[in-house]
């Protein structure tokens, strides 16, 4: 009997914990982006740094990494404006752009030059 309480302890507190981490980040990005990160011959770079920060203000910036086939992907909070884009690598070109976001998801590919 104390071995279930304890395990319905611990269940109870892992979906609390995670409930509120999801209901959090839902309320906050709404808008996915999507994109691949390659270089000149179209390989995929793997754990390549995407820094969007909103245009007008240093509060909104968010950050994702790409995966060992140069994808990623990252919820931003607002539609509809400009976000400066920096792409980083070790041994690569930062690159450093901005992009129109539209309603809805957007997918958003760059490549990198050595």
């Keep these: 009997m104390k071995n279930r309480r304890i395990f319905l302890l611990i269940l109870g507190s892992f979906l609390f914990v995670n409930l509120f981490h999801f209901n959090t980040a839902a309320a906050t990005a709404k808008y996915l982006i999507s994109g691949k990160i390659t270089d000149l011959n179209l390989r995929p770079i793997d754990g390549a740094k995407i820094v ?5 203000g240093l509060n909104s910036i968010q950050v994702a990494k790409t995966n060992n086939r140069g994808n990623y992907s990252i919820y931003l909070p607002v539609t509809n404006k400009v976000y400066w884009v920096t792409i980083g690598k070790e041994k690569y070109k930062t690159y450093r752009g901005k992009i129109q976001l539209k309603d809805g998801s957007d997918n958003f590919n760059f ?4």
Excluded: P, Q, R, V
């Design 52 to 56: 969007f920060e909103l245009e007008g």
């Design 111 to 114: 490549i990198l030059h050595k």
